[in-house]
């Protein structure tokens, strides 16, 4: 059978997100326990989660976690990781033994400071030049696959159900201010370690459930913007859109979430001439990133999380506060099982999005990863 | 009332107004082949088809409402009805044709039914539930039925 | 005289029994394949006359005629048939370029029809257009680098076409077509809010108040075109070829230049209409580019500039050169393009099928990253709203119509065009046949063409899970393809069925 | 307001329809010499004929005065008109009726020339329905085999082809040089006393009946201005009618051939209004006030006459003079001043195939008159060019084409008719 990359596979799944918007950081056993509560939406064939705020002590560093199927690969990788960035560290990603785990890849973690030079060489983009880092290793590379490569963040995911690839990746010993997660239901698939969710760039990651019937059209448009949808999956073409909208163009995130879920041409006129006009010309200008058919996903950065149903909301997507923690999940159970007195529990509409930002933060772009800058060194020991 | 209009911008000069008029007035009412192929003279129109290089279209009684056939009509049977139409009533009539001269149009027409002289005239199918027969015929919207003075 | 050794083509089949001699076809024929007899008195058949356009077939009140094929075998050849031979004595005869009017009918593939459409099964559920608003309004029309020109979205945007369904008539020039065909399209596409094309030969004077939702040409005659006409139109195209007849010019005779004709065109009365094979002004793709920024100059920026050109081998470059050159749109116009009258040998032999330049130019342009800059419109040999869906699969904005639009109109496909004598009143300036397209009519059955596929196209739509048309623009995913070897999939960037 | 109308022809039951258009509520009172319930008067001779049974010559349905609310003094006289008071006085009834407008329509009276003014048993006058009652019970008695017709009129003729439909030899004696002269010029004149001889009719003419042979069985013999003697065993008389004036109007009315009447059909006498044979108004063809005793003229104007009386006020453009006589299977036409000969008018004729005569009357690029013998079928469209004042210059040369239709009238014309 193929696998991601090879060909497109559909899915169904959970997802759950919850950040402390305060930054204090907590351990992974509520967002396990979160997803765990929904496992009937997912089928064994992939679970995975996305922490910020897990590498405090590398907080300056590209923390990249990659997949290698074998040895061979890694050392591919490692020559270009060691023409190019100066490893702050290189190791195992400690796990636990478990039983219904098994063919896993060798999973190896960095954290990285690109060399200046390499990023001179492609224009001085650091952001560009991560990206593009990424993309050619999973597009290049036979058997390797970046998992994550934001900084101060990391993508831990695998085949088997979330909480066991929670317990396997020892994610009750990390502690993040923002976790996400993803249970995964594909109809068709090998259970490929780096087709599990989440998906990463930068600091972007994204849990999804659902289906994109414009995945192509997105992943055209996307591929003329230097995007390589290796993975052919949604979730990968997704992120690629957010990219692209917030993080090279600029928009912001309310425009974003206006150009992926798009207002009906019929509902513009109401919004006043200015900003239905704005909208209308967004519509125009990004025909081509409407996201369209079922999804809620979690969309999450460094500063925040925003989670967004697609505008006829074809898949369920809860959202619950309580003081400073935000959650959002795919059913209600999932945030009741892990915050019992919530403050207030809605159901967003769809195309409305949930944001979730840290207290200080007014957009999802993180700092790290907007502007152009050159990284200094990493601070970690 | 409602009146059939032709509007000769449209009038294809097919004349298939008058062979369902022919049809719909004869023995046959519901088939033009058995009318035409059955009856025992060959079935005769009330509307007629006017050509010229220039324009044609189907034309008909216009029910005058001052109407000068019934004015000269000697027996009576021409007559208006409730619903304005002007009628000929086949049994009162005595074929004396002076309805031919008051018509200032021309369309009151004698026709020979076997050696039996009868005059003919446009009764706007008034039996029928629908519009006249010539108008829901028509193949290009030449002839329609609509409220006196209404236009297109 | 020499005789003729021309057979005819048709067999007129007059069934005696139903026949009640009422002389309708004889008054329908313009072409006199029925004459009333008065000495037999009875409806005669001149079978050499008939050109099969059914117009009699269509009003006998009893259904008594049907045409034939003219059935004469020649010895059987499979080099030399019967066409061949009868094409063969007719040149014989007239010395003449073989005429013909609408499309390529040759026995080509037609690659509409090995394309399959997905739908949505379980994964992801399928939409109901009657339940869930489903949007197919398309804008044509430039659209700002958006690396370049982030904010664009908060300024005007350069002018666009906005398309409530995306299909569009074709350019038909009156001259070609009649007043009443042009009237009906006219109205049809205000009613539909979208987009007809006057063609090259101006647009008249009864129809102004449908400009804001015409195209008008500049074609290489430049008729009926001035600064008013382009301020007036609501779009304009700048048409270098057309898929019936590519690097053909075209020829309205002098008998067809009637006085309206003559005043919308703004020539003589009764003076040939010929419209060059190239612009004299466009040489090369940068007097291209001069010609586009004059027409939007004289329009201070407020219109659409298009530019039409007939798909041929290297379309791809063609097409991103026009991209570049600064037009709004490009316009493919594949070789079953219609056309009133093109040389035969040149339409049956020359150009390219529409799907293959749409697969070909769509990707060319995001290769360079430039596709969402231009629109892209295809035309010739769109048949239904399941070529348009597969059309915007593959690629493109929006789609043209023009022989459909005149098969709804009437048009039997008699290929007779150019003779004038149109018996539907479509390709004709005869007074007594452009009499027959009733425009009121004509409108009501464009605009249910029109609506009938657009509800065809939600459905499709919901059912591929996709209720808004931009996001089956370029969606190759939902499209396979059967029966199309290696090579062909490859160039319409799809998969095979079952992959 | 409430009405009286004199008569029960075609002028009063006009009158009737004239006044109920405007006003449904006013009482109507209507006064008939005659018993019969109203019958149209041209219908005798196809009765006479067998073509018509005594219920069908009815001019309107049987609940024609109770539909219109009109009450009906039948078989009723009036001896007199008293403007002052308003009233008219009833014999034999012996009452008065006052009336706030009155419409005269008494119709015409049969001239009987001198020389017939006698008592004799086989004299029949042919004008009204109790004349072919009558007639036609002396027919069934007396077995006439001769029947002698005096007028080669309208009437005569139409009572000539009574005869000859039942089966009787008729002589008809025209006093004119040709038939129908009132109407029809020489030539169609001559083409339809070649038909009616074919049919059997004998014609004298020119000569006018100077003395009468007579005998027991009355009159037997005629004896005409030449000396020729004309048996025959019955007579009917048709040689034209003239008014019929009511009796004496105190203050009088103003008279010429007929009752003076106004645009409006209104006498000379505010308040009394006549209509039909008895009066006298416009003829929009000759442009003059004169009487035009046809049918449809009397309908015209009762109508206008209801109207006005009603108080609608409507004005008549005047009435033309046309008929359309089949006679014996041949049709025949004639309207406006189908005899006019004068400097000014130019005919314009064609004859044949056949027993075909159309001829148009024309001056000043008008069409003032028509003959048509024959073929009748178009004569309504240049009678309607007669009526409109048509000016016929741009489509002068196709008058009388076999094909003459709207085709070659103007615009405005033809945007009438469809």
Redesign the interface.
């Known amino acids: 059978m193929l696998r991601e990359g090879k060909i497109r596979i559909p899915s169904g799944c959970a997802v759950s997100g919850i950040i402390n918007r305060k930054g204090q950081v907590f351990s992974g056993i509520d967002i396990v326990d979160s997803i765990a509560n929904m496992r009937e939406r997912s089928n064994g064939l992939g679970g995975g989660f996305a922490a910020y705020g897990i590498y405090p002590e590398y907080r300056d560093c590209y923390a990249m976690h990659i997949f290698y199927d074998d040895i061979k690969a890694k050392e591919d990788t490692d020559y270009y990781i060691n023409r190019n960035f100066e490893v702050n560290l290189s190791e195992r990603i400690p796990v636990r033994k478990v039983k219904v785990i098994e063919n896993q890849p060798i999973i190896w973690r960095y954290f990285l400071s690109p060399i200046p030079r390499r990023i001179e060489d492609v224009g001085g983009d650091e952001d560009e030049f991560m990206a593009q880092f990424v993309m050619q290793i999973n597009a290049m590379i036979e058997g390797a696959f970046v998992a994550s490569s934001g900084k101060n963040m990391g993508a831990f995911k695998g085949v088997g159900y979330p909480e066991d690839i929670g317990e396997f990746y020892r994610l009750d010993e990390y502690k993040a201010y923002l976790w996400t997660a993803h249970g995964r239901f594909p109809t068709n698939t090998p259970g490929w370690w780096g087709g599990a969710h989440p998906f990463t760039l930068l600091d972007w990651s994204v849990v999804h459930n659902g289906e994109i019937s414009s995945y192509d059209t997105n992943r055209r448009f996307v591929e003329m913007y230097d995007y390589k949808c290796t993975l052919q999956t949604d979730t990968e073409v997704i992120i690629y859109l957010f990219d692209l909208l917030l993080r090279k163009i600029g928009l912001s995130l309310e425009e974003a979430v206006s150009v992926v879920a798009a207002p009906f041409w019929e509902d513009l006129d109401d919004l006043g001439p200015l900003k239905s006009r704005q909208l209308r010309n967004l519509r125009i200008l990004y025909a081509s990133a409407l996201l369209n058919g079922p999804f809620s996903i979690i969309l999450a950065s460094g500063n925040g999380l925003m989670a967004l149903n697609d505008r006829i909301k074809l898949r369920p997507l809860v959202a619950a506060e309580k003081d400073e923690c935000l959650y959002v999940a795919s059913e209600e159970a999932a945030i009741r099982a892990v915050a019992k007195d919530l403050d207030r529990v809605w159901a967003p509409r769809g195309g409305e999005a949930v944001v979730g930002l840290l207290e200080g933060k007014s957009d999802l772009l993180s700092a790290s990863s907007s502007g152009r800058k050159i990284a200094g060194k990493c601070s970690g020991s | 009332m409602k009146k059939v209009?032709?509007?000769?911008?449209?009038?294809?000069?097919?004349?298939?107004c008058?062979?369902?008029c022919a049809t719909v007035h004869s023995r046959y009412p519901d088939s033009?082949?058995k009318a035409?192929?059955l009856s025992p003279q060959k079935p005769v129109s009330r509307v007629f088809l006017?050509?010229?290089?220039?324009?044609?279209?189907g034309?008909q009684c216009?029910h005058c409402k001052d109407a000068?056939c019934?004015?000269?009509c000697?027996?009576?049977a021409m007559y208006r009805n409730r619903d304005g139409i002007v009628l000929l009533d086949e049994?009162?009539c005595?074929?004396?044709?002076?309805c031919?001269?008051?018509?200032?149009?021309?369309?009151?027409?004698?026709s020979d039914m076997g050696g039996r002289?009868v005059l003919l005239k446009c009764d706007l199918c008034y039996q029928l539930a629908e519009s006249p027969t010539c108008v829901t015929?028509c193949?290009?919207?030449?002839l329609i039925w609509v409220e006196e003075g209404e236009t297109? | 005289m020499a005789i003729s050794l021309k057979l005819p083509e048709f067999l007129v089949v007059r069934d005696k029994e139903r026949c009640i001699e009422c002389q309708v076809c004889v008054n329908q024929c313009a072409n006199e394949a029925h004459i009333w007899d008065q000495d037999l008195e009875q409806v005669v058949s001149n079978d050499v006359a008939c050109v099969n356009c059914h117009r009699c077939v269509v009003y006998c009140p009893t259904r008594a005629l049907r045409i034939e094929e003219w059935k004469q075998d020649f010895k059987k050849n499979a080099n030399w048939d019967g066409i061949s031979i009868k094409q063969t004595y007719l040149q014989a005869e007239s010395g003449g370029t073989l005429l013909i009017g609408m499309g390529n009918d040759k026995a080509y593939p037609i690659y509409w029809d090995h394309l399959l459409l997905n739908a949505s099964q379980v994964t992801n559920p399928s939409i109901d257009p009657l339940r869930e608003p489903i949007e197919l309004r398309t804008y044509l029309g430039r659209k700002p680098d958006l690396l370049k020109n982030p904010s664009a979205f908060r300024e005007e945007l350069p002018p666009q076409l906005q398309l409530e369904v995306p299909v569009m008539f074709s350019a038909m020039s009156f001259g070609s077509v009649s007043l009443n065909t042009h009237r009906s399209l006219a109205a049809a596409a205000s009613e539909l809010g979208i987009y007809w094309n006057a063609g090259e030969g101006g647009l008249h004077e009864d129809l102004f108040s449908y400009s804001p939702k015409t195209i008008v040409q500049v074609a290489s005659g430049r008729f009926g075109i001035n600064a008013s006409m382009l301020k007036r139109a609501g779009g304009i195209e700048i048409k270098i070829g057309q898929g019936a007849k590519p690097g053909i010019g075209g020829h309205l005779p002098g008998e067809k230049v009637e006085e309206d004709v003559s005043r919308t065109r703004r020539i003589p009365y009764g003076s040939d209409a010929i419209s060059p094979a190239p612009h004299h002004d466009i040489y090369s793709i940068e007097d291209l580019r001069q010609l586009i920024y004059s027409l939007k100059e004289a329009t201070a920026y407020e219109r659409v500039v298009g530019v039409k050109v007939a798909a041929v081998h290297n379309i791809a470059a063609i097409a991103s050169g026009i991209a570049r050159a600064g037009a709004d749109i490009i316009v493919l116009d594949g070789f079953r393009g219609g056309t009133g009258a093109a040389p035969l040998r040149i339409r049956d032999n020359v150009g390219l099928p529409a799907e293959f330049a749409l697969a070909a130019v769509d990707q060319r342009l995001r290769e360079e990253g430039i596709r969402n800059e231009v629109s892209l419109v295809i035309a010739g040999g769109i048949r239904n709203s399941a070529d348009i869906i597969k059309a915007i699969a593959l690629g493109a904005d929006a789609i043209y119509i023009g022989t459909a639009a005149l098969i709804a109109l009437g048009c039997h496909m008699c290929q007779k065009c150019y003779t004038g004598k149109c018996n539907w009143g479509i390709a004709t300036q005869q007074p007594d046949l452009v009499r027959r397209v009733n425009p009121k009519i004509g409108r009501e059955r464009l605009v249910n063409l029109v609506r009938s596929w657009e509800h065809e196209m939600k459905e499709m739509l919901g059912g591929m899970g996709i209720n808004a048309i931009e996001s089956l623009r370029g969606n190759r995913l939902m499209l396979r393809g059967v029966g199309l070897n290696a090579k062909e999939l490859e160039i319409l960037g799809i998969k095979a069925a079952g992959e | 307001m409430n009405y009286v109308i004199i008569g029960n022809s075609t002028a009063a039951i006009a009158g009737v329809e004239g006044i109920r258009e405007v006003d449904s509520q006013g009482e109507i009172v209507l006064i008939s010499r005659e018993t019969h319930h109203t019958y149209s008067k041209p219908l005798i001779s196809y009765y006479l004929a067998g073509k018509v049974s005594r219920e069908n010559m009815d001019y309107r349905p049987a609940d024609f005065y109770a539909r219109n609310r009109v009450k009906t003094y039948l078989g009723q006289e009036v001896t007199s008109i008293n403007p002052e008071t308003k009233t008219v006085h009833l014999e034999p009834e012996d009452v008065d009726l006052s009336y706030e407008r009155l419409l005269i329509a008494t119709g015409g009276s049969p001239i009987v020339p001198p020389v017939f003014r006698g008592d004799y048993l086989n004299l029949h006058q042919f004008y009204c329905l109790d004349d072919v009652l009558n007639l036609s019970r002396s027919l069934e008695e007396e077995r006439p085999r001769k029947i002698a017709i005096i007028g080669g009129g309208l009437i005569g003729l139409k009572a000539a082809e009574s005869m000859v439909l039942r089966k009787q030899h008729v002589i008809v004696i025209e006093a004119g040089p040709y038939l129908l002269g009132s109407i029809m010029d020489r030539e169609g004149a001559a083409l339809v006393h070649e038909h009616l001889v074919e049919q059997g009719i004998e014609f004298y003419f020119s000569r006018p009946v100077i003395q009468l042979e007579t005998g027991a069985r009355g009159i037997e013999g005629l004896i005409l201005e030449d000396h020729t003697v004309v048996a025959c065993d019955m007579v009917l008389l048709a040689a034209g009618v003239r008014a019929a004036y009511p009796p004496t109007v105190a203050g009088g009315l103003k008279t010429d051939l007929g009752i003076l009447v106004d645009n409006y059909m209104q006498t000379s006498i505010p308040g009394i209004f006549a209509a039909g044979d008895v009066a006298q108004g416009f003829d929009m063809m000759a442009e003059v006030s004169r009487p035009v005793p046809i049918l449809s003229g009397a309908y015209r104007q009762g109508r206008i006459a209801g109207l006005n009386m009603a108080g609608q006020k409507k004005e008549s453009s005047g009435i033309m003079a046309f008929n359309s006589i089949p006679l014996l299977g041949l049709n025949i036409a004639t309207a406006g001043l189908s005899t006019e000969v004068g400097d000014d008018f130019t005919p314009l004729s064609k004859t044949g195939p056949g027993k075909i005569y159309q001829k148009l009357i024309l001056k000043e690029n008008r069409i003032h008159g028509l003959i048509f013998v024959g073929d009748i079928s178009r004569a309504g469209m240049y009678r309607g060019l007669m009526t409109k004042k048509a000016d016929i210059s741009s489509y002068r040369q196709h008058l009388l084409s076999s094909d003459f239709g709207l085709k070659y009238l103007p615009e405005e014309y033809i945007e009438e008719v469809l």
Not at chain 2, 5 to 16: F, N, R, S
């Open positions: 209009v032709a509007i000769k911008e449209y009038c294809v000069a097919c004349g298939l008058e062979v369902y033009v082949l035409f192929k006017e050509k010229s290089e220039q324009w044609s279209g034309i216009r000068p019934i004015a000269a000697i027996t009576g049994e009162r005595v074929q004396c044709s002076t031919v001269i008051a018509c200032p149009y021309g369309l009151i027409k004698e002289k015929y193949p290009n919207e030449a297109l």
